[in-house]
């Protein structure tokens, strides 16, 4: 497994911005797809975004396509979410995963799991 650790959550208007970075431990970093995924209260966790670790092909949840960008450094173990446009309806605990399998929608493909980190958007 890969410890992870979210940072860069908080609070922001409709339409604003907010970059959220994932830091890796793990000298197999570089093997892992990394994925984001939210959970909002009272809903289960959703996928929002993953990036595969041997050509970069990214994956998005289609309600974020367009204003959201997943990245990874190799060189730093981390992984980033670029949030724009934000929507109220994108306030949830954001939680960054790692896997050294396929790239699945289903969390419980996934395991490694941060902690998770609080974005909260306000209309």
């Known amino acids: 497994q890969v410890q992870l650790v979210e940072s860069g959550g908080g609070s922001v208007q409709a339409g604003g911005s907010l970059r959220l970075s994932c830091a890796a431990s793990?000298?197999?970093?570089?093997?892992?797809?990394m994925g984001w995924f939210r959970q909002a209260p009272g809903k289960e966790r959703e996928f929002v975004a993953a990036i595969r670790w041997s050509d970069g092909i990214k994956y998005y949840l289609n309600t974020v396509k367009g204003r959201f960008t997943i990245s990874r450094d190799n060189a730093k173990n981390s992984a980033y979410l670029q949030m724009n446009s934000l929507k109220p309806e994108d306030t949830a605990v954001y939680y960054c995963?790692?896997?050294?399998?396929?790239?699945?929608?289903?969390?419980?493909?996934?395991?490694?799991w941060g902690q998770g980190t609080q974005v909260t958007v306000s209309s």
């Open positions: 995963a790692a896997s050294p399998y396929h790239i699945t929608e289903n969390p419980g493909d996934w395991d490694s």
């Open positions: 793990g000298r197999t970093f570089t093997r892992y797809a």
